[in-house]
């Protein structure tokens, strides 16, 4: 059970969040009703100065405690807002891509080719090329198909690449879903297999291409890590690779280990909790509290880790691919609840602007503090179900929340909904919500509100 609601005024600012003398919710000194008011709901708020200073928070943390090179790569895909990386870029992190519109939005915001690192399972050979013309830094070589596509196409270009071999090490970050974490061989296709004995057979193949340079190693585990040591035991696991790159002639210069450090107030759900949800509408809400994950914790154990790998042997360069970690806590989501409704020994819906369907999406299976704009102070006392417009009954944000009792034109607040919910969001009926930017006291649109027009602007009428 999470603590006492009467004191969710006081835990709020554990979200860098602030209720006035009213008990209304306040973000970056702006109060959340009118924000509601000025931009309409649904809305997505950042908190800029706090964004800003996570990102600086994260470079300067791992370069103090890494020993060796550093470079940080913001993961487009957490949150792909023009307004939200140029905050992050501001700060001196570079840029994380897999996609030729996250490639080619990154050359517009002004990295260059040798700021930019290509991931993904899912490389067109347009991508391909655009990474070879624009002189990206490394391209993440996801399986062996795709070593012959890019080395073809570096042939037909007569330009050569550097590539980090991305390495699937069948390692599950402790407290994930088995069926999602990116580093399971058996949960997710992304990489090369390690145990299958795929990475060898790339180091055979790159023998015979004159013009892929290897340079090191890639992995990503999963998002939402909880326990930092799980990067520690990861990197101990690639000591039989780095011997054998060696030993078969090739130096691991660099070391890409990934994104998915998670954050402190809000988690993904464990296997167990999301099957009980799902299957049974248990939510258990009594997960969210005090967990302690920190930049430092993390930035000790991938040191460690790195360390011990390379032993006496040259410490590579160190990539990081954070995105969660650096916007998820600084952005909220403030929804409107249209009406309740009330089935006498049942159940009681809020059905408000916004569900799985539309912007939600990680509410399927994360928890997220959800907090009541107008009156932070109201003591929870029953259990609701919060539903969306999209006119179909999984459009829900959360089933079983406890909740304070809400009346029809309250606003609520989704509390760290930074990382993954604009890049779900979709138009299932209703526009895409407006991004406005709060500090001080001042704020301004990052993105306006989907209209009619833009709806249907590609469309043949
Ligand atoms: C290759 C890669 N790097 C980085 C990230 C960012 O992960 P996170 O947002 O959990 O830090 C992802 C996310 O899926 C990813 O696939």
């Known amino acids: 059970m999470l603590p006492d609601k009467m004191i969710l005024s006081e835990l709020i600012k554990g979200w860098g969040l602030d209720a006035n003398n009213r008990g209304e919710l306040i973000i970056g000194g702006c109060n959340t009703l009118d924000l509601g008011n000025i931009y309409g709901t649904p809305l997505h708020v950042v908190n800029e100065a706090r964004l800003g200073a996570t990102a600086e928070s994260f470079l300067r943390t791992i370069k103090l405690k890494y020993p060796g090179e550093v470079s940080v790569h913001y993961a487009f895909k957490c949150n792909p807002v023009p307004g939200i990386i140029k905050i992050i870029k501001q700060e001196g992190i570079k840029a994380e891509v897999m996609s030729e519109f996250e490639l080619k939005l990154a050359l517009k915001l002004g990295y260059s080719g040798n700021d930019i690192i290509v991931n993904g399972p899912y490389k067109t050979d347009r991508l391909i090329e655009a990474c070879i013309e624009n002189n990206i830094r490394f391209i993440n070589v996801d399986s062996l198909f795709e070593l012959e596509k890019i080395d073809c196409i570096s042939n037909t270009l007569n330009k050569s690449a550097e590539v980090l071999f991305r390495i699937n090490p069948d390692f599950v970050p402790s407290g994930m879903n088995n069926g999602s974490a990116a580093g399971s061989r058996?949960?997710?296709?992304?990489?090369?297999?390690?145990?299958?004995?795929?990475?060898?057979?790339?180091?055979?193949?790159?023998?015979?291409?004159?013009?892929?340079?290897?340079?090191?190693?890639?992995?990503?585990?999963?998002?939402?890590?909880?326990?930092?040591?799980?990067?520690?035991?990861?990197?101990?696991?690639?000591?039989?690779?780095?011997?054998?790159?060696?030993?078969?002639?090739?130096?691991?210069?660099?070391?890409?280990?990934?994104?998915?450090?998670?954050?402190?107030?809000?988690?993904?759900?464990?296997?167990?909790?999301?099957?009980?949800?799902?299957?049974?509408?248990?939510?258990?809400?009594?997960?969210?509290?005090?967990?302690?994950?920190?930049?430092?914790?993390?930035?000790?154990?991938?040191?460690?880790?790195?360390?011990?790998?390379?032993?006496?042997?040259?410490?590579?360069?160190?990539?990081?691919?954070?995105?969660?970690?650096?916007?998820?806590?600084?952005?909220l989501l403030l929804i409107k609840v249209h009406q309740v409704k009330d089935r006498k020994g049942l159940k009681k819906w809020l059905i408000a602007d916004a569900g799985i369907g539309t912007l939600t999406m990680p509410t399927y299976y994360e928890h997220h503090e959800v907090v009541l704009c107008n009156d932070t102070r109201r003591k929870a006392s029953e259990k609701v179900t919060i539903t969306g417009p999209g006119c179909f009954s999984a459009d829900v944000v959360y089933r079983n929340k406890v909740m304070p009792k809400v009346a029809a034109g309250e606003i609520l607040a989704i509390l760290d909904s930074g990382a993954y919910f604009t890049s779900w969001e979709s138009s299932f009926g209703f526009p895409r919500p407006a991004i406005v930017s709060v500090i001080k006291g001042r704020h301004s649109l990052l993105r306006e509100r989907e209209s009619f027009d833009h709806m249907i602007s590609l469309d043949t009428l």
């Open 186 to 331: 058996t949960g997710s296709p992304f990489g090369m297999d390690l145990k299958g004995g795929e990475v060898m057979a790339a180091f055979e193949q790159i023998k015979g291409m004159k013009r892929i340079r290897f340079r090191g190693f890639h992995f990503h585990i999963g998002s939402g890590i909880q326990d930092t040591d799980d990067y520690r035991k990861t990197l101990m696991g690639l000591k039989r690779i780095l011997n054998y790159a060696e030993k078969s002639g090739f130096q691991v210069d660099v070391l890409d280990i990934g994104g998915g450090l998670g954050i402190p107030n809000s988690c993904e759900m464990t296997t167990l909790e999301l099957l009980l949800y799902q299957a049974f509408d248990f939510l258990n809400s009594g997960v969210l509290a005090n967990r302690k994950i920190s930049f430092s914790h993390f930035a000790d154990s991938v040191t460690k880790g790195v360390l011990s790998l390379f032993g006496n042997k040259k410490i590579p360069e160190l990539i990081l691919e954070p995105g969660r970690c650096i916007t998820g806590p600084n952005q």
